[in-house]
């Protein structure tokens, strides 16, 4: 555990890290692109899960719908995990240590498994 922390200090005392904390206009930058990336993976996911239950471009092809929108997905979803790690090695030894941080990392790699096998399987 110790080596983890001594990583994460040396992580959050990189000359990019430090930059990102002590701007606030760098942070909030980065927050918006994560947030924005974050809200395109969930739209993009509702456009494909209302197509499969029907509701919604019923006219429209499965497999076209998901050509078409499925890599907006993957490149925001690729897009909100740059943004999250530079948001978390501004701050990561306090992140490190939150239990929220830890709930969204699950949801985050379940939700990526579920992409996974939903593209590949």
């Not at 239950?53 to 006219?59: D, E, P, Q, R």
Request: hydrophobic content about 65%; cysteine-free; charged content about 10%.
């Amino acid at each position: 555990m110790q080596s983890i922390t001594a990583f994460l200090e040396w992580l959050q005392a990189s000359s990019l890290a430090v930059f990102i904390h002590k701007k606030a206009w760098a942070f909030t930058t980065i927050e918006v692109v994560h947030v924005f990336a974050i809200s395109l993976v969930l739209g993009t996911i509702s456009i494909v899960d209302l197509r499969l239950l029907g509701l919604a471009s019923t006219k429209r092809p499965f497999a076209e719908l998901s050509r078409q929108v499925l890599p907006f997905t993957w490149a925001a979803f690729a897009v909100a995990v740059i943004a999250g790690l530079l948001l978390f090695i501004s701050r990561a030894t306090e992140y490190f240590v939150n239990t929220v941080f830890w709930i969204k990392m699950s949801v985050i790699v379940l939700a990526g498994i579920n992409m996974m096998i939903f593209e590949f399987i």
